[in-house]
């Protein structure tokens, strides 16, 4: 069993729509959560960062963290063409010890 | 906010010889950087992580003798690829743990080798 698990996708939505992207992971030492944003051939972008259950919002975007389910999301609201990309989970322990999703290519359609 | 910087963007070589590509943290100082390489489509690998001042960690898999790392400063790490080949021909990434959580990222770089 994968230490991460993100449905690749791919996911098309029309502009303005609401997109839930998702992880779920099986180790519950994992502390900290993070989303990142990888348009092509571009580094990843860290987009929200957290460490506790409940929700965190930034903007347009929301980051949502489960801990008793093991479950991530990330919500984007009043998508815009600009937001497709790939966007990668990625869950820590916290001694440095990085897990990645598989990432999830979206694309809003104009 | 924590910047990565990383050079070069973009590199063409021919097979057998040696390509570094440099990261640097712009405004911190990171003790720990992490190399990663990214295949078409698919999730970031990590490669090893690099420790100022001493011996890089490499992963399972991962030839320490084809993929050299450095870490001589606070602030620079590089990558030197040894005897290029074809498949090595990937998308090499660095990141740092930057500031406030998280970790920041170089823009990456693309290596082919012809």
């Known amino acids: 069993q994968k230490e991460v698990e993100q449905d690749p996708g791919p996911l098309s939505v029309p502009e303005g729509a609401i997109v839930s992207l998702n992880c779920t992971y099986s180790?519950?030492?994992?502390?900290?959560f993070m989303w990142y944003r990888q348009y092509s051939r571009k580094g990843p972008e860290l987009l929200m960062y957290t460490y506790s259950s409940g929700n965190k919002e930034d903007g347009r975007f929301t980051a949502q963290v489960d801990k008793s389910s093991k479950y991530i999301s990330l919500f984007i609201r009043d998508s815009q063409p600009s937001d497709s990309a790939t966007y990668l989970c990625a869950i820590e322990t916290g001694a440095n010890n990085l897990f990645f999703g598989t990432g999830t290519r979206l694309t809003v359609i104009p | 906010g924590a910047v990565v910087s990383q050079h070069p963007s973009r590199v063409i070589c021919k097979s057998g010889t040696s390509v570094k590509i440099e990261c640097r943290s712009l405004d911190f100082q990171a003790t720990t950087m992490f190399w990663y390489r990214q295949f078409p489509k698919k999730s970031l690998m990590l490669m090893a992580t690099?420790?100022?001042?001493?011996?890089?960690?490499?992963e399972q898999g991962v030839e320490k003798d084809k993929f050299l790392i450095n870490h001589a400063s606070l602030t620079l790490s590089t990558l030197t690829v040894t005897s290029a080949h074809p498949e090595d021909s990937s998308f090499y990434i660095c990141s740092a743990n930057g500031q406030g959580g998280g970790y920041t990222f170089g823009s990456g770089t693309r290596l082919t080798v012809v």
């Open positions: 180790n519950s030492a994992f502390q900290y």
């Open positions: 690099s420790n100022e001042g001493s011996k890089a960690t490499y």
